[in-house]
């Protein structure tokens, strides 16, 4: 998309040079002709928008104006069709304009109530004004105002939220949850999204509540105190060691939604009378796996873990390894392919492209000859981790190539990254290649994870010496068509590296030999 928009200049000249043909017609009938033209002009980038923003449902319309003056200007949105398209209707709307910048917007279901958006249609801005003005209009268009980015954790109010009543306020401490409740909590559980507590209670009041509705156990680091409640929610995410962008809150006090609002922007906020709806908005749709359902325990399994490090006292390194952790390396197939493309979807930290795969490029992989996709499954003493990683391994001349590597945030900090990529190393060393060369596009979510290539001594790859390496080194780059992407490289090593994780190669990955 990005490489044709820049025709879209080109042809809205040429449609501006063939309306100016027009000029000779009479007035009415060059204003009808010209808006065919314009018509057929723009169904290129409109067709364009629509394969760019495919799977995005537009929540508003959004104008960008600037009003340079010192007094108040009044400005006309209107939507109407191109002819006969929208059936004669039109859509008014109009704005006063500060001075200064100012951010106009409108619902889409205000809209849609007069336009079918999807039809064509046009948008005019008019001028409210008794004499020229100088005007300044940065973006106007559709966009969404709500992240595409699927939530990974739900942190819920309790008092007038998961119950009616306040428990402080409260004698008999005597509460029914409130109706679908606990259904919609047990399938957000059951998708993989995780579950905490956020509200303005004490720990030891609420939890032989929670534990009466069968509830205390869904919870992950459930905080009930006075502090503020994006406070509570910042503490809960650093201790699941999640992104800000795909947490949601939900509460019933007005108050308590604008103060995480304010305070942690990135956070979906909802209010408590849509709780029986979450399970139908969009961004709590996510794929459901066997290793989904047991996402919880997994986390709960990490938190005995990090109890044991604490106490004990043990030095980081000695701890991993007593807890005896196995990589065990897979082939890509149909039993896994699903929690492969969930992990896609949801792993952003340890994302070493930042690709986001469907489940057809996922199945057209097996496809590709030289090319070994790797899915990686974790186990340790204190329980099973299930699928944590996945991999693209490609046979170039004499190099072996991870053209992509992406792990699940759970791993983060065990060092199974390298222990995968020491492990490649190893392999490179007992055939007949010459090194490992790693793909690596730096994001502002994954740049920690290119310590990896430090630890090991991989070096950034620089450019060829020769002139025709330096341009075929170049060519090879223009079909990445990304000049972000950066290549670490390292040659053969012959010794195996003090690394806590053992690895399991069920693939056999000494086929990389040449024969």
């Known amino acids: 998309h990005k490489k044709l928009a820049n025709k879209v200049f080109f042809l809205s000249r040429l449609s501006y040079k063939i309306q100016s043909l027009s000029a000779f017609l009479p007035a009415r009938l060059q204003w009808k002709l010209n808006d065919k033209i314009r018509g057929l002009g723009n169904k290129f980038p409109r067709n364009l928008n629509k394969q760019a923003l495919k799977g995005i449902q537009p929540t508003e319309l959004v104008c960008v104006a600037g009003n340079p003056h010192a007094e108040k200007l009044n400005i006309e949105i209107s939507l109407s ?11 008014r709307r109009t704005f006063d304009l500060e001075p200064g910048w100012n951010v106009l917007s409108i619902p889409i279901n205000e809209i849609a109530e007069v336009i079918d958006i999807k039809g064509l249609h046009r948008i005019c ?5 008794e004499k020229p003005h100088f005007l300044q209009f940065s973006y106007c268009g559709y966009v969404s105002s709500v992240s595409q980015k699927k ?7 309790l008092d007038n939220t998961l119950w009616d009543g306040i428990v402080v306020e409260s004698q008999e401490h005597r509460f029914e949850l409130k109706e679908g409740v606990k259904d919609v909590l047990h399938e957000l559980d059951k998708r993989g999204i995780l579950l905490s507590v956020a509200s303005k209670n004490t720990l030891g009041d609420v939890r032989p509540l929670l534990e ?7 919870f992950l680091y459930p905080k009930a105190n006075w502090n503020p409640k994006s406070w509570n929610i910042s503490e809960i995410v650093k201790a699941l060691n999640i992104g800000m962008d795909s947490v949601a809150f939900i509460d019933d006090s007005p108050f308590e939604r604008a103060e995480v609002i304010k305070a942690l922007p990135a956070v979906r906020v909802f209010d408590a009378s849509e709780f029986n709806a979450l399970l139908g908005k969009e961004e709590f749709n996510v794929p459901v796996t066997d290793d989904s359902s047991r996402r919880r325990e997994m986390y709960k399994s990490e938190q005995v873990r990090l109890d044991v490090l604490e106490t004990t006292g043990t030095d980081y390194d000695k701890f991993l390894k007593s807890c005896e952790m196995i990589l065990t390396l897979l082939g890509l197939d149909d039993g896994n392919r699903d929690r492969v493309f969930e992990l896609v979807q949801r792993t952003n930290q340890l994302n070493y492209s930042g690709n986001r795969y469907t489940r057809e490029y996922l199945a057209g992989l097996l496809e590709q000859s030289g090319v ?4 990686m499954r974790c186990e340790d003493n204190c329980g099973d981790y299930g699928i944590v990683g996945f991999a693209i391994l490609t046979r170039k001349d ?8 992406m792990f699940s945030c759970r791993r983060q900090g065990k060092k199974v990254e390298h222990a995968f990529l020491y492990y490649l190393l190893q392999r490179v060393s007992d055939s007949n290649l010459k090194d490992c060369v790693c793909v690596y596009k730096r994001t502002d979510r994954n740049h920690h994870a290119g310590q990896v290539f430090a630890d090991l001594g991989f070096k950034r790859q620089k450019e060829a010496k020769s002139q025709g390496q330096r341009a075929k080194r170049e060519e090879e780059r223009a ?3 990304d000049a972000g992407v950066e290549r670490y490289v390292l040659g053969r090593r012959q010794r195996a590296g003090d690394l806590p994780v053992s690895i399991d190669d069920k693939l056999n990955l000494k086929f990389m030999a040449k024969g």
């Open 372 to 375: 070994t996709p790797v899915v």
């Open 398 to 405: 004499a190099s072996l190539e991870v053209s992509d590597m």
């Open 125 to 129: 801005i008019v001028p409210q004004i």
């Open 151 to 157: 939530i990974k954790l739900l942190v819920t109010d």
């Open 212 to 218: 009466k509705c069968g509830l205390w156990d869904l």
């Open 479 to 481: 079909k990445t068509e």
């Open 81 to 91: 069709g191109f002819g006969d398209s929208q059936g004669g209707r039109s859509f």
